[in-house]
């Protein structure tokens, strides 16, 4: 499995991280493999949540950071496509105000990839 963990930069709870991380692997587990790769955007709250949480299982980190100077406004749009296609799973943290990781489960659905929304709020 590569798995993309997108989320609220607002979400800092890495126990309650852990515990959702245990569930969607779980619920998972008899159609897939364990990850091999973890996906993310590399920002602050569940990106780098999702980072940690690879680097100590020795799992491979792929970070897509946006690319504001080339891109502008539409970069982390951008970066969102990335992130979903380089994944095959999606496992998503969004909190009800924030609009760019309910972007990235949108883009998961329409890729038709096996997505997993843990709500912070």
């Given amino acids: 499995m590569k798995l993309a963990i997108v989320g609220s930069r607002d979400f800092q709870n890495e126990v309650q991280f852990n515990d959702w991380m245990r569930e969607a692997l779980a619920e998972w587990s008899a159609e ?3 990850p091999i790769l973890v996906v993310s955007g590399g920002a602050r709250g ?5 980072e940690k949480w690879a ?3 020795g799992i491979e980190t792929l970070i897509f950071k946006p690319d ?3 891109h502008g406004k539409r970069a ?3 970066r ?8 095959t799973h999606v496992i998503a943290f969004p909190s009800r105000h924030g609009r760019g990781t309910q972007h990235s489960i949108r883009v998961a659905r329409e890729q038709q990839k096996p997505v997993l929304v843990y709500w912070i709020d």
């Fill in 68 to 70: 504001w100077k080339t």
């Fill in 46 to 50: 569940a990106d780098s949540l999702g």
């Fill in 55 to 57: 680097n100590a299982r």
């Fill in 80 to 87: 969102n496509y990335d992130i979903i296609s380089a994944a």
């Fill in 76 to 78: 982390g749009i951008l």
């Fill in 32 to 34: 897939t493999t364990p």
